[in-house]
């Protein structure tokens, strides 16, 4: 089995592809024509890319968008046969590191000419934009923005707790969930069980206590970071959340809870800015609860970034490249992004959208305040529970010591650091 | 063992076997139930729980309502893939798995139990291993994002399970039947044809249960090797239970498990007599 | 046993063959084909499994290196010792459930065929959507604790799924409900192929019912019992979709198993050549069942044709 011609079966294949201003002349001359992967299915995920989808037809385009439902896996496994086939998508979704890492395994297409054009460099954050473009050149497009660690307050929870002030710091978090439990609050903290609900709690909990901590060690990792005093207090904060979260969760994801939630049985909830468009679709009002960026120690606004993005893989299809320009314009135009934002919950990649109309929620433009708070103050960091830190072998190196500890309350939290320095080591 | 009158011992046999029954039976009533229960009243309740009211109308949905990205067809179409790959799939690993059996055990040909051998392996290895050769095969041979490379896929992989199994009920037709039919002239063909097949439906029914069960119930290849429009049902039902950013639509979800579960569980209902017949005329030597 | 025939004699060679092609063509290329992609497959994961390989295949080589990173994790080890305590229970309590099971079908009662029916129609459904289903019975938030709870018992506790150390267990419970079936359905066949004589003789005996299993019928289900071993193994060896859907491996990675743990590597964590290093450790696993049972089923060969 030859599978070893593949990659240079590939490479011949970018030898073709690099006459490529046949770009925007070919836009004209054919019907533009989209192939793309992605997880989207269902849910206002779903609904997105289903409005993202009628706007590229509306452009004159032909759209043929290809769900995998399921986990991310699958979606990669699709991405991963279409490759070796090759015949990948002319855009798929991916996101972070992973953009990096799949890049080299095919020819990606040189976005340069249009983002130029688009002068969509400029307002983007920098270590965003340094993700979507990993040898210098521009080969994929982030389309929204959500920090994971945004804190859902409960109103009818908080009544209980007789509190209307929003905690800053982890202290005050602390100090809200006790007033919580004792005003008859059963769970202060109201999460989902998976994988990355727990990592989230982790990640949330270290760079509110420290994010230069949080970027040496979980992004750089650096050795002497891993082993840093505020490495065990963040997993000391985990289990004073997983003391006040429901036990009876199991694996079951956190929007199971939604309803415990917004009824006050729950008190706070970590979560990305996704919750919101969640909560929105099952019908719950937005005075049901409130959101604040997550607690930091410094009281200066820590976001923990996540954004989805799509690749553009190389094609010489002349429809198919007239559609990966389309497509390309459509992600990084103004009002495209702000549609698909209020659908889903997130904010705009584009710092220079106006948040403040019709349509925003309060939680969207606190999102987007703190996230330019957080830029201005360094606080802004890569998310590790979803996959922006650090490619997937590493991050769930990390997050198996991460989940492993949250349902194992016997392990105690320096053990849970040595731990976590240790699969950092070995997957390197 | 013979009367039947209802003496204690009687009793008991009658009491344990239908409390495992209703063990048994308990998933299965509980989907039912949920699938006429809203979602909204699961949410507010637990997952177990007599409907309020008979929420039909999840039927409706799951059958050609709820949406997979921009298609909102519900699971109908979806279903039809799942045929178009099953049936072929099962007809084929059969019928060859029946020709291959009947050679292997009354043919025999140099190499044979060294061919058989290593087909019946097959079983054991695993699906994960398969998915990456399987997709350079398809590359190779064109065959990638289309039905017939998934018939193929589960033809070829069926042919460890059918032959495995008609073997074994092919040895224990006596050998005279054939070597008096050879006198006559009849060929290999003939023989399988006029003989063979008519003495073969216990069997038969055993392997067409047993793979139509496992390729409607295939997943990790159905949506690697597909495009959106050809996917399995399968695939449709992950759409409605791994929904991230949705509220968990249970009502709907387990409609769409009951109907995509229907033409497999009809197929035991239906076979059920004749897959232990089967057995017990072959698969457990 | 089965008789070996040669071509008739009185016939030129090579028109005979021409004349079987069509029969050589059926005969052979499945099973070629089937055999070719088995050996194939093989070879190219454990090829795989020396190469540097992460996203998609490379060629190269790193010796040993995927083993024993694989053999140093804690997943594999979890995965492994889960592998034996899964594999023991359930092979067992399968076995007993499909053996009294079959025991009691046997005993002609009414309403065989429900029951029989009911009994293997989990068979039926995908692993996922058992995995799933017993994933909401079980969950003490949203199953039966939780019915119990409302319905006023609220000491009552069913909580294994998020128990570090039962959770395996309701892997059991699970893959006991699907599967027994098809134990049952096996072990039926034995039963209702017990010489008849043979029973007759124990009833002029003057043998009791349970006498009559222990001493007559049950002796004769030996080779069944070894058959119905090696398949709940192998299910049990393979076992992936149903734990991915009830625990994904949780909680924590309390519930890894060695399928788990190949898919994982391969494609989540985009390692293919640790996967693959896992794959072939996991063939090797199968092959000690496997050899074992090979060895065994010739012994029984060469004692029935000497016999």
Same mark, same amino acid.
């Given at each position: 089995?030859?599978?070893?011609?593949?990659?240079?079966?590939?490479?011949?294949?970018?030898?073709?592809?690099?006459?490529?201003?046949?770009?925007?002349?070919?836009?004209?001359?054919?019907?533009?024509?989209?192939?793309?992967?992605?997880?989207?299915?269902?849910?206002?995920?779903?609904?997105?890319? @289903?409005?993202?989808?009628?706007?590229?037809?509306?452009? %004159?385009?032909?759209?043929?968008?290809?769900?995998?439902? %399921?986990?991310?896996?699958?979606?990669?496994?699709?991405?991963?046969? =279409?490759?070796?086939? %090759?015949?990948?998508?002319?855009?798929?979704?991916?996101?972070?590191?992973?953009?990096?890492?799949?890049?080299?395994?095919?020819?990606?297409?040189?976005?340069?000419?249009?983002?130029?054009?688009?002068?969509?460099?400029?307002?983007?954050?920098?270590?965003?934009?340094?993700?979507?473009?990993?040898?210098?050149?521009?080969?994929?497009?982030?389309?929204?923005?959500?920090?994971?660690?945004?804190?859902?307050?409960?109103?009818?929870?908080?009544?209980?707790?007789?509190?209307?002030?929003?905690?800053?710091?982890?202290?005050?978090?602390?100090?809200?969930?006790?007033?919580?439990?004792?005003?008859?609050?059963?769970?202060?903290?109201?999460?989902?069980?998976?994988?990355?609900?727990?990592? =989230?709690?982790?990640?949330?909990?270290?760079?509110?206590?420290?994010?230069?901590?949080?970027?040496?060690?979980?992004?750089?990792?650096?050795?002497?970071?891993?082993?840093?005093?505020?490495?065990?207090?963040?997993?000391? =904060?985990?289990?004073?959340?997983?003391?006040?979260?429901?036990?009876?969760?199991?694996?079951?994801?956190?929007?199971?809870?939604?309803?415990?939630?917004?009824?006050?049985?729950?008190?706070?909830?970590?979560?990305?800015?996704?919750?919101?468009?969640?909560?929105?679709?099952?019908?719950?009002?937005?005075?049901?609860?409130?959101?604040?960026?997550?607690?930091?120690?410094?009281?200066?606004?820590?976001?923990?970034?996540?954004?989805?993005?799509?690749?553009?893989?190389?094609?010489?299809?002349?429809?198919?490249?007239? %559609?990966?320009?389309?497509?390309?314009?459509?992600?990084?135009?103004?009002?495209?992004?702000?549609?698909?934002?209020?659908?889903?919950?997130?904010?705009?990649?584009? @710092?220079?959208?106006?948040?403040?109309?019709?349509?925003?929620?309060?939680?969207?433009?606190?999102?987007?305040?703190?996230?330019?708070?957080?830029?201005?103050?360094? =606080?802004?960091?890569?998310?590790?529970?979803?996959?922006?830190?650090?490619?997937?072998?590493?991050?769930?190196?990390?997050?198996?010591?991460? @989940?492993?500890?949250?349902?194992?309350?016997?392990?105690?939290?320096?053990?849970?650091?040595?731990?976590?320095?240790?699969?950092?080591?070995?997957?390197? | 063992?013979?009367?039947?009158?209802?003496?204690?011992?009687?009793?008991?046999?009658?009491?344990?076997?239908?409390?495992?029954?209703?063990?048994?039976?308990?998933?299965?009533?509980?989907?039912?139930?949920?699938?006429?229960?809203?979602?909204?009243?699961?949410?507010?309740?637990?997952?177990?729980?007599?409907?309020?009211?008979?929420?039909?109308?999840?039927?409706?949905?799951?059958?050609?309502?709820?949406?997979?990205?921009?298609?909102?067809?519900?699971?109908?179409?979806?279903?039809?893939?799942?045929?178009?790959?099953?049936?072929?799939?099962?007809?084929?690993?059969?019928?060859?798995?029946?020709?291959?059996?009947?050679?292997?055990?009354?043919?025999?040909?140099?190499?044979?139990?060294?061919?058989?051998?290593?087909?019946?392996?097959?079983?054991?290895?695993?699906?994960?291993?398969?998915?990456?050769?399987?997709?350079?095969?398809?590359?190779?041979?064109?065959?990638?994002?289309?039905?017939?490379?998934?018939?193929?896929?589960?033809?070829?992989?069926?042919?460890?399970?059918?032959?495995?199994?008609?073997?074994?009920?092919?040895?224990?037709?006596?050998?005279?039947?054939?070597?008096?039919?050879?006198?006559?002239?009849?060929?290999?063909?003939?023989?399988?044809?006029?003989?063979?097949?008519?003495?073969?439906?216990?069997?038969?029914?055993?392997?067409?249960?047993?793979?139509?069960?496992?390729?409607?119930?295939?997943?990790?290849?159905?949506?690697?090797? !597909?495009?959106?429009?050809?996917?399995?049902? !399968?695939?449709?039902?992950?759409?409605?239970?791994?929904?991230?950013?949705?509220?968990?639509?249970?009502?709907?979800?387990?409609?769409?498990?009951?109907?995509?579960?229907?033409?497999?569980?009809?197929?035991?209902?239906?076979?059920?007599?004749?897959?232990?017949?089967?057995?017990?005329?072959?698969?457990?030597? | 046993?089965?008789?070996?025939?040669?071509?008739?004699?009185?016939?030129?060679?090579?028109?005979?063959?021409?004349?079987?092609?069509?029969?050589?063509?059926?005969?052979?290329?499945?099973?070629?084909?089937?055999?070719?992609?088995?050996?194939?497959?093989?070879?190219?994961?454990?090829?795989?499994? &020396?190469?540097?390989?992460?996203?998609?295949?490379?060629?190269?080589?790193?010796?040993?290196?995927?083993?024993?990173?694989?053999?140093?994790?804690?997943?594999?080890?979890?995965?492994?010792?889960?592998?034996?305590?899964?594999?023991?229970?359930? /092979?067992?309590?399968?076995?007993?459930?499909?053996?009294?099971?079959?025991?009691?079908?046997?005993?002609?009662?009414?309403?065989?065929?429900?029951?029989?029916?009911?009994?293997?129609?989990?068979?039926? /459904?995908?692993?996922?959507?058992?995995?799933?289903?017993?994933?909401?019975?079980?969950?003490?938030?949203?199953?039966?604790?939780?019915?119990?709870?409302?319905?006023?018992?609220?000491?009552?506790?069913?909580?294994?799924?998020?128990?570090?150390?039962?959770?395996?267990?309701?892997? /059991?419970?699970?893959?006991?409900?699907?599967?027994?079936? &098809?134990?049952?359905?096996?072990?039926?066949?034995?039963?209702?192929?017990?010489?008849?004589?043979?029973?007759?003789?124990?009833?002029?005996?003057?043998?009791?019912?349970?006498?009559?299993?222990?001493?007559?019928?049950?002796?004769?289900?030996?080779?069944?019992?070894?058959?119905?071993?090696?398949?709940?193994?192998?299910?049990?060896?393979?076992? &992936?979709?149903?734990?991915?859907?009830?625990?994904?491996?949780?909680?924590?990675?309390?519930?890894?198993?060695?399928?788990?743990?190949?898919?994982?590597?391969?494609?989540?964590?985009?390692?293919?050549?640790?996967?693959?290093?896992?794959?072939?450790?996991?063939?090797?696993?199968?092959?000690?069942?496997?050899?074992?049972?090979?060895?065994?089923?010739?012994?029984?060969?060469?004692?029935?044709?000497?016999?």
């Amino acid at each position: 089995m030859p599978i070893t011609t593949t990659r240079r079966r590939l490479l011949a294949g970018s030898a073709a592809a690099l006459a490529l201003p046949a770009f925007a002349r070919a836009q004209s001359a054919v019907k533009p024509r989209l192939t793309a992967i992605s997880q989207w299915s269902a849910g206002s995920d779903g609904a997105a890319i @289903t409005a993202l989808g009628k706007k590229f037809e509306e452009k %004159g385009g032909t759209w043929q968008h290809s769900p995998v439902p %399921g986990f991310t896996t699958e979606m990669m496994n699709k991405l991963r046969a =279409q490759i070796i086939a %090759g015949d990948p998508p002319a855009c798929s979704q991916l996101k972070g590191p992973e953009i990096a890492a799949w890049s080299k395994i095919a020819p990606t297409l040189d976005l340069d000419a249009v983002v130029a054009a688009a002068g969509y460099e400029k307002v983007v954050a920098p270590d965003l934009a340094k993700l979507h473009k990993p040898g210098g050149k521009w080969i994929a497009l982030p389309l929204q923005i959500y920090s994971t660690n945004m804190l859902f307050l409960s109103k009818r929870a908080m009544d209980k707790a007789k509190a209307d002030k929003i905690p800053v710091t982890w202290a005050e978090f602390n100090d809200l969930a006790d007033k919580m439990k004792s005003g008859g609050v059963a769970f202060p903290v109201a999460n989902g069980g998976t994988r990355p609900d727990d990592g =989230q709690k982790f990640e949330a909990a270290l760079a509110g206590i420290s994010p230069a901590v949080y970027r040496a060690a979980i992004m750089n990792l650096d050795e002497k970071a891993l082993k840093a005093p505020e490495i065990k207090a963040a997993f000391v =904060q985990v289990r004073k959340i997983a003391d006040w979260m429901d036990p009876n969760v199991g694996a079951q994801h956190f929007s199971t809870n939604l309803k415990r939630f917004v009824d006050g049985d729950m008190g706070m909830m970590i979560m990305g800015g996704w919750a919101q468009g969640v909560l929105r679709n099952a019908g719950f009002k937005f005075d049901d609860f409130m959101i604040a960026p997550g607690p930091s120690d410094n009281s200066k606004p820590v976001f923990l970034l996540n954004a989805d993005a799509f690749i553009f893989w190389q094609r010489k299809e002349p429809d198919l490249q007239a %559609g990966q320009t389309l497509m390309a314009q459509l992600v990084m135009d103004p009002a495209i992004q702000t549609m698909y934002s209020q659908i889903t919950g997130s904010i705009p990649v584009r @710092t220079d959208v106006d948040l403040s109309g019709e349509g925003w929620s309060d939680g969207q433009r606190r999102t987007a305040a703190a996230l330019k708070e957080a830029i201005a103050s360094n =606080q802004a960091v890569l998310s590790l529970a979803h996959n922006m830190a650090q490619e997937n072998g590493m991050t769930a190196a990390m997050i198996d010591v991460i @989940t492993e500890y949250v349902k194992n309350k016997t392990i105690k939290p320096e053990q849970a650091a040595t731990r976590l320095a240790e699969a950092v080591e070995s997957s390197r | 063992m013979r009367e039947r009158t209802f003496a204690p011992s009687r009793i008991l046999i009658y009491l344990i076997v239908s409390l495992i029954a209703v063990a048994w039976l308990a998933p299965l009533a509980v989907v039912v139930l949920n699938s006429l229960r809203t979602n909204e009243e699961i949410a507010q309740g637990s997952m177990i729980g007599w409907p309020q009211h008979l929420a039909w109308s999840n039927y409706a949905t799951a059958w050609s309502g709820f949406c997979v990205a921009e298609t909102c067809a519900g699971i109908r179409p979806y279903m039809l893939n799942s045929a178009l790959i099953t049936i072929p799939a099962t007809i084929l690993s059969t019928l060859l798995g029946a020709v291959a059996g009947y050679a292997v055990s009354l043919w025999r040909f140099r190499g044979d139990n060294w061919i058989y051998g290593i087909v019946t392996l097959g079983i054991f290895l695993p699906q994960q291993m398969r998915l990456l050769p399987w997709t350079i095969v398809l590359r190779d041979t064109g065959l990638m994002n289309t039905l017939t490379g998934l018939v193929v896929i589960h033809t070829i992989q069926g042919l460890s399970f059918t032959t495995l199994f008609c073997r074994n009920y092919y040895v224990a037709i006596p050998h005279e039947l054939i070597r008096a039919a050879r006198i006559d002239g009849a060929g290999f063909f003939r023989i399988f044809w006029r003989i063979i097949l008519p003495l073969s439906p216990p069997i038969l029914v055993v392997t067409v249960i047993w793979q139509f069960t496992h390729i409607w119930n295939e997943f990790l290849y159905g949506v690697t090797f !597909t495009t959106g429009q050809q996917q399995p049902v !399968t695939a449709a039902l992950i759409a409605l239970s791994a929904a991230v950013a949705d509220i968990p639509q249970h009502g709907v979800q387990s409609a769409a498990v009951i109907i995509a579960a229907l033409p497999t569980l009809l197929i035991y209902l239906l076979g059920g007599r004749y897959f232990v017949r089967g057995l017990t005329a072959g698969a457990v030597k | 046993m089965t008789i070996a025939v040669s071509t008739r004699p009185g016939r030129p060679a090579a028109f005979d063959w021409v004349r079987r092609l069509p029969e050589y063509l059926t005969i052979w290329v499945p099973l070629l084909l089937s055999a070719a992609h088995l050996i194939a497959f093989t070879l190219w994961t454990i090829w795989i499994s &020396f190469t540097p390989s992460t996203l998609v295949p490379v060629s190269g080589w790193v010796g040993l290196r995927n083993y024993s990173a694989v053999a140093a994790s804690r997943n594999w080890q979890i995965a492994l010792d889960n592998l034996l305590l899964f594999g023991s229970a359930f /092979v067992l309590l399968s076995l007993v459930t499909g053996l009294v099971l079959a025991i009691l079908l046997d005993q002609r009662i009414r309403g065989e065929n429900v029951l029989r029916s009911i009994f293997l129609y989990p068979l039926a /459904v995908s692993f996922v959507v058992t995995g799933t289903v017993w994933s909401w019975l079980l969950n003490p938030g949203l199953g039966i604790q939780k019915l119990v709870h409302d319905l006023g018992w609220t000491s009552f506790r069913f909580d294994w799924l998020i128990d570090r150390d039962m959770a395996i267990w309701t892997i /059991v419970i699970a893959a006991i409900w699907q599967s027994s079936g &098809f134990a049952m359905a096996l072990f039926l066949a034995g039963l209702r192929s017990v010489d008849a004589d043979l029973i007759k003789a124990a009833q002029i005996d003057g043998a009791g019912p349970v006498r009559m299993y222990r001493r007559v019928i049950l002796p004769t289900l030996w080779p069944i019992t070894i058959t119905v071993i090696v398949i709940q193994l192998q299910f049990a060896i393979s076992t &992936f979709d149903l734990v991915r859907a009830l625990t994904n491996g949780g909680p924590g990675i309390a519930t890894q198993l060695p399928a788990l743990v190949v898919y994982d590597l391969m494609f989540q964590r985009s390692l293919l050549g640790r996967g693959a290093a896992a794959a072939v450790l996991m063939l090797l696993i199968l092959l000690a069942v496997l050899l074992p049972y090979a060895a065994w089923r010739y012994v029984q060969r060469r004692r029935a044709i000497h016999a």
